[in-house]
């Protein structure tokens, strides 16, 4: 299917706007959620119970099974509307029931889940109970996944985009109710209320099951009608042999990724970094968020339609500008986590974080920073495998991915001091992302031949000139802002304006200078 470059980029433009208000508001509620609970013994455990059904999220029904049926769903479509159509209705019932199933053996081993994470005894408590009240999140997170795969084969986007935004509006306000309850003046499992307890709870899965009600409503306004086709006959399951035949590599993909998961957890948990790691974690994602799942979601139809109809050269362009576009956003990115890491985590911290804990989620942010082209390289490279159904490639890359983060912060601890542990946490991960981008290209160089990236080669070249000359500027309006105000926060919020004054121009004018399309392209888009 043959697009404009125009074109291209005013349908991921269309996706960027939607994705950047759901990253916006998803930040200012994580800002406020350390506002009111901190990066203390409470904040380790909210944010490890909600780990819980995230992770399952991440892992298999937000990122895998999404990448898992959209390949899946393009070949129906091929078949014919009416064909797809009731295979679509099929797949989603399957899916569905196979959530409820999940969901409820995971609700049921909240406390053996728990156990495998905390050994403090106040903290297991509380993080059970939240578990308990956060885990049935794992159904409506299916139902938006698999609502949001049939709504991109059917090229509706945006829509999808915009329902975490709903989620985040309605955790926001269970923030407010949760400030406005009557609760200890110092925070702490044995402290807390039961009604504090119930609204941290029941508001945060309320927000996910907005964010499906959205989606399934987005899906209707498409034109698409659900049927409960349930009639035992041969027919009836293909789709579900489809899927299991799928569903082995993928849950071994899932099962090695939380192993590694879990083991970073509970060395986070012994450590009292859970709240720090989480916090660096979801910063470090922000900006792959805006760029990088904007692309995905615009191209992954496609590629699976490429893979599908065997069209290598339109596979291989397509992979090529994902990963030009997702360099030319993501380095100067990276650069300006790594210089301003701290700065930035000092001035929107704030609340029960004070600033040594701002500074430390920062620290951690600007060690890690380097990771973010890698990670948007892995993620674009296994849905190209996925749109080939193949899932033993990702899960031996994961496996791979996973022993390294394990060996780095085993290293981490049997060679650094114990306060030292949490900020290598991140850095762990971003090493993993290096090490399975570049056993992904080789895969698919293999498979697929020469791909082109020596033109990426080039395009990261100059983005990243363009990001030193910007990060030159930053370096001097930060060091400036120090000098001149003694408050921290203060002087962290003067070298932040500075920097949007100054740096982003910089960056724009020497990009322009020294000749990058993408950016070109982008500021043409923006101009009409």
């Given at each position: ?88 209705q099929r797949l989603l019932l399957a899916t569905i029931l196979g959530a409820a199933v999940i ?252 600033v040594d804990a701002a500074r430390t989620i920062g620290v951690a942010l600007a060690l890690s ?160």
């Amino acid at each position: 299917m043959a697009v404009s470059q125009n074109g291209f980029a005013r349908t991921t433009g269309a996706v960027a706007v939607a994705t950047a208000a759901s990253r916006a508001t998803g930040f200012i509620r994580t800002l406020a959620l350390a506002a009111v609970l901190g990066t203390a013994v409470v904040g380790d455990a909210y944010n490890g119970a909600n780990s819980m059904p995230n992770m399952v999220y991440e892992l298999l029904l937000g990122g895998v099974m999404s990448s898992v049926l959209i390949p899946v769903l393009a070949r129906a479509r091929l078949r014919g509307r009416t064909y797809s159509r009731v295979f679509t209705q099929r797949l989603l019932l399957a899916t569905i029931l196979g959530a409820a199933v999940i969901t409820a053996i995971a609700v049921a081993c909240a406390p053996f889940l728990v156990a495998a994470l905390v050994s403090d005894t106040e903290q297991t408590q509380l993080t059970t109970a939240l578990a308990y009240l956060l885990l049935p999140e794992i159904f409506f997170y299916a139902i938006a996944a698999t609502a949001t795969a049939v709504l991109n084969i059917r090229e509706s986007y945006a829509p999808a985009a915009w329902a975490s935004v709903v989620n985040n509006v309605i955790v926001l306000a269970m923030v407010v109710v949760f400030a406005a309850i009557p609760g200890p003046v110092t925070l702490l499992p044995s402290t807390m209320t039961t009604a504090q307890v119930l609204v941290l709870g029941i508001g945060t899965t309320i927000g996910i099951v907005g964010q499906a009600v959205w989606t399934v409503t987005a899906l209707r306004r498409t034109g698409f009608r659900w049927s409960w086709r349930v009639r035992p006959v041969p027919y009836t399951w293909r789709p579900v042999r489809v899927g299991a035949r799928l569903l082995g590599w993928v849950l071994l993909y899932v099962a090695i990724s939380q192993a590694g998961v879990t083991f970073v957890l509970r060395v986070a948990f012994s450590h009292g970094g859970v709240s720090t790691y989480t916090y660096a974690d979801l910063l470090f994602q922000v900006p792959y968020g805006i760029l990088g799942v904007s692309l995905l979601t615009v191209l992954m139809p496609r590629i699976s339609r490429a893979v599908a109809l065997g069209d290598r050269d339109a596979l291989v362009t397509d992979m090529g500008r994902a990963a030009r576009y997702s360099v030319v956003a993501l380095v100067p990115a990276a650069v300006a986590m790594t210089l301003l890491g701290p700065i930035l985590t000092t001035v929107m911290f704030v609340g029960r974080v004070d600033v040594d804990a701002a500074r430390t989620i920062g620290v951690a942010l600007a060690l890690s920073a380097f990771g973010l082209p890698p990670f948007a390289l892995v993620m674009l490279q296994l849905r190209v495998f996925y749109a080939g159904n193949d899932m033993r490639t990702p899960a031996l890359i994961n496996a791979a991915m996973v022993v390294t983060k394990v060996s780095v912060v085993t290293l981490a601890l049997a060679c650094l001091p114990n306060q030292v542990i949490v900020v290598m946490l991140p850095v762990a991960s971003s090493l993993s992302y290096v090490v399975g981008a570049i056993s992904g290209h080789f895969v698919l160089r293999h498979r697929y031949g020469l791909l082109g990236f020596h033109t990426v080669l080039a395009t990261f070249s100059k983005v990243l000139w363009a990001s030193i000359a910007a990060g030159g500027v930053c370096v001097m309006t930060v060091w400036a802002s120090h000098q001149l105000i003694d408050n921290p926060r203060t002087a962290a919020a003067a070298s932040l304006v500075a920097v949007l004054v100054l740096g982003a121009p910089t960056f724009l004018v020497t990009a322009t200078k020294i000749g990058i399309p993408e950016v070109r392209t982008a500021k043409a888009l923006l101009n009409r």
